[in-house]
């Protein structure tokens, strides 16, 4: 997967879509009609951020205005209407941060206005939570390609995640983790390779080959080149011990 992708993306069959779309829409009407939002987490399941269902509300608690007021000119309510209906089919493939569904707007030329009012919106009630967002990009990208903090810390920033919410996402991945990631890299990289065993020219030369190679594999995954470099020490060492081959 590359770093462009969307990690909860999946293929979906137009009808899916559709109900997807259209559960979405009925979602946030009930929300609009004044039932509470529920929490959620986008990595939980391969639906799209925001489409679990919704509780009721508290006794007593008034309604939320609607999305679209009464007052509003009506070329100005078919506009939001139409960037809202954008951002829930945009919802429906996989989770988008705040930043990429504005872009996705813009490129649709709506004014900022209504882009600013559909998505403060939808961020309200939930539907957009770049915190969430955070937290599901950093657990599938660190799981599936094993990139380490600063590889992940670049890919929120290019999505538009505040610093400060990327950092408190941050804090789930541990430096245990990072070097289990690590390690794991490196024994994929070395599968099926020989380290000659010695000290002579030939097998320092070769060493170092296969150090400059995995360190670089590393820092290009996010990792810090002192850890990097220590453990690709370590696993050439076990790897040498063990003969060719892990």
Request: charged content about 35%.
């Amino acid at each position: 997967m590359s770093a462009s992708e969307d990690p909860a993306s999946a293929p979906q069959t137009e009808d899916h879509q559709r109900d997807t779309i259209d559960a979405l829409k009925e979602a946030l009407a009930r929300i609009e009609a004044g039932d509470s939002p529920s929490s959620f987490d986008p990595a939980e399941e391969s639906a799209p951020v925001g489409s679990g269902s919704a509780t009721a509300p508290a006794s007593g608690s008034p309604a939320e205005p609607p999305l679209s007021l009464g007052t509003e000119a009506p070329d100005e309510g078919d506009e939001r209407d139409r960037a809202r209906n954008l951002v829930l089919r945009k919802l429906t493939g996989s989770a988008k941060s705040r930043h990429q569904l504005a872009e996705a707007l813009r490129e649709k030329e709506f004014s900022q206005e209504v882009i600013t009012s559909v998505l403060d919106r939808l961020e309200e009630v939930q539907l957009i939570d770049d915190a969430a967002f955070a937290r599901m990009w950093i657990r599938t990208r660190h799981e599936t390609r094993g990139l380490g903090r600063s590889a992940l810390r670049r890919e929120l920033k290019d999505r538009g995640i505040a610093e400060e919410t990327a950092e408190e996402a941050l804090e789930q991945l541990s430096d245990a983790d990072e070097a289990s990631a690590a390690r794991e890299l490196i024994a994929k990289k070395m599968r099926g390779v020989t380290v000659p065993p010695g000290q002579d020219a030939a097998a320092r030369k070769e060493r170092e080959k296969h150090t400059r190679r995995l360190v670089s594999m590393l820092a290009r995954r996010g990792h810090s080149p002192g850890a990097a470099f220590q453990l690709v020490r370590e696993a050439l060492d076990e790897h040498t011990a063990g003969g060719a081959g892990v």
